[in-house]
């Protein structure tokens, strides 16, 4: 099994910068994609962004490309989400998310199907 621990979020205003971690351990060496979701209060999990370990290839979401950027340390099994130029309407639970080679699952790192780990999420606010 795999366990994800979030880390960075807080309270930012309009413009401001946050760096989000998810640092991954257990059976990190069977790590396929690591992800970020993200949640408001009422609102269905949405996709944000993610990476494929082997080829590092990136995936967003169009309400944060250009804004935002995802990163990994494949050694480590951690993922970074670098936020920038926040919105209010980014305000929500970010989680992080792993999908392994044994999950059995074929759906492409949007969809939250695709992922058999979660993290407990990081609150992120930002206010106007």
């Known amino acids: 099994q795999v366990q994800l621990v979030e880390s960075g979020g807080g309270l930012v205003q309009a413009g401001g910068s946050l760096r989000l971690s998810c640092a991954a351990s257990g059976r990190t060496f069977s790590i396929n994609t690591m992800g970020w979701f993200r949640q408001a209060p009422g609102q269905e999990r949405e996709f944000v962004a993610a990476i494929t370990w082997s080829g590092g290839s990136t995936y967003y979401s169009n309400s944060v490309k250009d804004r935002f950027t995802i990163s990994r340390d494949y050694a480590k099994g951690t993922v970074f989400l670098q936020m920038s130029s926040l919105k209010p309407e980014d305000t929500a639970v970010y989680y992080c998310?792993?999908?392994?080679?044994?999950?059995?699952?074929?759906?492409?790192?949007?969809?939250?199907?695709?992922?058999?780990?979660w993290g407990q999420g990081t609150q992120v606010t930002v206010s106007s």
């Open positions: 998310a792993v999908r392994t080679y044994y999950s059995g699952s074929s759906y492409p790192p949007a969809y939250t199907s695709a992922y058999n780990y």
